[in-house]
């Protein structure tokens, strides 16, 4: 098995040497996106129905066109795509590329250790990719855009009440933890009637908003008492409700965050799609 692998590695290093592909992501310029969807266009043209398997459809489709066509890394473009999804979904110049390369990151995500013996990809895509695969679709984006930053900050609030409760943490200890460093001060939550202290259904609602909770319902990020995950925007619902926090999840997510960062580190000189975005909206 790990000669298959150790093979299928320098398989994808010896063709994109031997064949003058950049070892480089496409740069997504609206006339490299519409030169890419015409040569997959041409190419979808040729295929047969069912004719072969999935990942050689995928090559014939996507990996040629992009390799033969314009000469960048098939390998390295799916790895730029899945770390900056969320980004390159929102921006109107490269939305197209989206929507284009899509259903083959999918299967490629989907069969990705037959992607890798077939020389598609290298191992440190197939290792995102496994990594990726534990997270549903909106969640991946999440991790890419930036967002498990700020729920590392909850999770940390997350931790010393655990240490407080002794185990388990009680969404009022938590509320009360939060209120005690100022953590959601600058929310302004509102009062009680004696108008002593913040009402603590404000104070829960300052901290779901400040912490994004919402959109990390369906991770499994958080276990009640009874053994089943409580979804993140009800987690404060209650102040006596007491849960644990899932450390499979979060050190997936860790995982898959320090990737994006080192993957994004490889381009250095490619400016983000968010700065892009300012950039151009500066120059109107």
Known sequence: MLYRVLAAVVLVL??????GVKDEPLPLSR?????????????????ETDAGSVVQRVDTLYRTPLER???????????????????IAEDPESRAFADLITPGAQAVLMNADEALKAGMISMRTRDLLSVLSKFRCDHAQL?????????????????????VDGGACEAGTLIELAL???IVEQERP????DGNRPCEADVADALSRK??????????????ADGEEIDASRLLDDPRQSFTVNERVVYFADQYSKMVREEQALSP???PLKDRRVTASNRS
């Not at 912490?211 to 009640?224: H, S, V």
Request: glycine share 14%; net charge positive; hydrophobic share 40%.
């Open 211 to 224: 912490f994004n909770l919402a959109r990390w319902d369906g991770t499994g990020l958080f276990i009640g």
């Open 31 to 47: 006339e490299n996106i519409e030169k890419y969807a015409a040569a997959v266009g041409h190419s979808a043209g040729k295929l």
């Open 143 to 163: 991790l890419s855009g930036g967002e498990w930053e700020r729920m590392s900050g909850f999770l940390a609030l997350a931790a010393e009440c655990l240490n």
């Open 14 to 19: 010896f063709a994109t040497a031997c064949s």
């Open 180 to 182: 005690r460093q100022g």
């Open 190 to 193: 509102g009062t009680e009637p």
């Open 269 to 271: 000189g490619r400016t």
């Open 69 to 87: 066509n314009l000469g960048y890394s098939f390998d390295r473009t799916l790895r730029h795509y899945f770390v900056n999804r969320a980004g």
